[in-house]
């Protein structure tokens, strides 16, 4: 081209907002307030982290129950990557891992996989064993779900399906997990995109760093 198209082009100043985090309680009532259809999929969303795009894709073939483990191998693209509804293999190797199941999921899980009688190649999300669910109607549901029923006072926030990832995130953090293996679970490309996303959620201050340096200083000096 003999013209840069994007010359003098500025860019909105990022403003640093955070997305929406639930508490782990919080979680646990936005999934209980589910129908029973809906639950495992927000369940998987709040405790394995699993991008939409692949939870759209999931098939029981990639979920270990026994093991406790799901195997991100594809995800279901909604267009920006390329036809809509392409599944398409994650563009980096970290975006094909392995995320462990923790035991308030593994209950979920195979008490959906009971009650639907898939297996196998079917996806464990889909309106049907080969169509994937509609995101914005699972929303729809949700929403109408966590709203107050008439003359109840406390209201469920709402939260989005891609919030329900960084509430693990945070979870993590709060369980005392190292960056690598968040970076890890999350399916990110390097540890410095966990940090600049998370690292406001880790614990500690420059004091309490300056407490442990010193500490470990008193120690490898004799005193």
């Avoid at 392995?98 to 308030?104: D, Q, S, T």
């Avoid at 999921?105 to 996806?123: I, M, W």
């Avoid at 080969?130 to 008439?150: C, D, G, K, M, N």
Wanted: charged letters at 30%; hydrophobic letters at 40%.
């Amino acid at each position: 081209m003999a013209v840069n198209p994007t010359t003098g082009l500025e860019l909105a100043a990022a403003r640093g907002s955070r997305e929406r985090i639930a508490a782990p309680a919080e979680a646990a009532e936005l999934v209980a307030a589910l129908p029973e259809e809906d639950r495992v999929l927000w369940a998987t969303a709040f405790y394995a982290g699993l991008r939409r795009g692949e939870l759209r894709a999931l098939k029981w073939s990639d979920v270990d129950l026994k093991e406790r483990v799901i195997r991100v191998e594809r995800t279901l693209d909604d267009g920006e990557l390329g036809r809509p509804g392409e599944t398409i293999v994650p563009k980096t190797r970290a975006g094909r891992r392995r995320v462990p199941i923790p035991k308030v999921l593994q209950g979920e899980l195979a008490a959906h996989k009971l009650r639907t009688g898939r297996d196998g190649e079917a996806l464990v999300f889909g309106r049907t064993a080969t169509t994937p669910f509609i995101p914005s109607t699972v929303r729809r549901r949700a929403l109408a779900a966590w709203a107050p029923e008439e003359g109840q006072e406390r209201q469920l926030e709402p939260i989005g399906l891609h919030e329900a990832r960084h509430t693990l995130a945070s979870t993590m953090i709060a369980a005392g997990a190292d960056l690598k293996t968040l970076s890890t679970c999350m399916g990110h490309s390097s540890i410095t995109i966990t940090m600049d996303r998370y690292g406001h959620l880790l614990p500690g201050s420059e004091e309490a760093a300056a407490a442990k340096l010193d500490a470990y200083l008193e120690r490898a000096t004799g005193g």
